[in-house]
């Protein structure tokens, strides 16, 4: 048809896939599970126009390469590594496709420690996901994103709102000691041009990681103070971009998760409860929503 332009692309979602790696020698097993979303750019218009399925990766068998791949890795990979192989393959694989975006999300599976030892075989599961979005395209060319999701984080004081626009709808009294609770998701871009060394990825999670929760919550002694929930986002990214050098940009998202001071009045009696920074009514509905993007200048998000 004239006057319209068609733009498309298919795949598959949630493609769960758990993967054991054992070591036949120290009798060690290496787990992972994850939920990986596949979009395949591809030369398939005629499937919407002219019926003719020809040029189709039947979503299918996108989901049986999920496996395939799974079990061809013989080592131990991060969910980056693992999305560019699938990346890679969909994209010389097949003459049609053109591109491949690969989404995955690794359930947080911990090794567990009985007596202090780490088990050889036993995990119980922990709390924040390690996340990706790897886009790679027929050259070979890659953009990989990586992100943490679920990271809850709460200190019970050295938070503060103060100094906000009050009007005739404002309630909330200014306050230099209140609670902070927040749930982090935050993605990252890297800079690098070719692939990185096994190991890469997953290092970085980890530094990123830990300069995000270093910075939410300061020193061990004492903290730092926060005067509201987007003053620490913005220390927490750009402590990240001044640490970690093969991040170009990194967004946040910082719900502020309320827990309500509670007083109960009484009529007949001088009071049942008195706030005294001690007792609170934690809330999930409604949180404030608070969100920032820091790039290094010339790199976009
Ligand atoms: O840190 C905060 N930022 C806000 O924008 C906000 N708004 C609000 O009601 N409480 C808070 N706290």
């Given at each position: 048809m004239?006057g319209?332009?068609l733009e498309q692309?298919?795949?598959?979602a949630r493609?769960?896939v758990?993967r ?8 060690t097993?290496?787990?992972?599970e ?5 979009s395949?750019l ?6 919407y ?5 020809s ?8 989901k049986?390469t999920?496996?395939v791949k799974a ?7 991060s ?5 560019i192989v ?7 694989f097949y003459?049609?496709?053109?591109g ?6 690794e359930?947080?599976w911990?090794?567990i420690?009985?007596?202090g030892?780490?088990?050889e075989?036993?995990?119980k ?10 886009v790679v ?14 990271l809850?984080l709460?200190?019970?004081?050295q938070?503060?709102f ?6 005739k ?10 609670m902070l ?9 890297y800079?690098?041009?070719t ?7 997953m ?7 830990k300069?995000l929760?270093?910075t ?5 002694k004492?903290g730092?103070y926060s005067?509201s929930?987007q003053?620490?986002l913005?220390?927490?990214?750009k ?7 093969d991040?170009?940009s ?6 502020n998760i ?10 007949d009696y ?10 609170y ?7 404030g ?8 200048i010339?790199?976009?998000?």
């Amino acid at each position: 048809m004239d006057g319209v332009k068609l733009e498309q692309k298919h795949g598959k979602a949630r493609v769960r896939v758990g993967r054991v790696w054992r070591d036949a020698k120290t009798g060690t097993h290496q787990f992972v599970e994850w939920n990986v979303s596949i979009s395949l750019l591809s030369d398939c218009l005629s499937a919407y126009t002219n019926s003719d399925n020809s040029d189709i990766v039947a979503t299918d068998t996108i989901k049986n390469t999920v496996y395939v791949k799974a079990k061809e890795c013989r080592q131990q990979l991060s969910v980056e590594d693992f999305a560019i192989v699938l990346g890679k393959h969909f994209t010389s694989f097949y003459q049609q496709v053109n591109g491949a975006i690969i989404n995955i999300v690794e359930k947080p599976w911990e090794r567990i420690h009985v007596d202090g030892q780490p088990h050889e075989h036993g995990f119980k599961l922990g709390s924040e996901k390690h996340t990706t979005e790897v886009v790679v395209k027929k050259s070979g060319a890659l953009q990989v994103i990586s992100g943490i999701e679920g990271l809850s984080l709460l200190k019970t004081t050295q938070s503060g709102f103060e100094g906000f626009i009050r009007d005739k709808n404002t309630m909330l009294p200014e306050t230099r000691e209140r609670m902070l609770a927040t749930e982090v998701a935050a993605k990252w871009r890297y800079a690098f041009e070719t692939l990185p060394a096994s190991n890469y990825f997953m290092e970085r999670y980890m530094d990123v990681k830990k300069v995000l929760i270093n910075t939410f919550f300061g020193p061990a002694k004492g903290g730092v103070y926060s005067p509201s929930v987007q003053s620490t986002l913005y220390h927490m990214a750009k402590d990240v971009l001044a640490r970690v050098p093969d991040v170009t940009s990194i967004q946040l998202k910082m719900p502020n998760i309320h827990f309500l001071p509670v007083n109960l009045p009484s009529k007949d009696y001088p009071v049942i409860v008195k706030f005294e920074d001690d007792v609170y009514l934690p809330t999930d509905e409604p949180h404030g929503t608070i969100e920032a993007t820091l790039s290094r200048i010339q790199s976009k998000m």
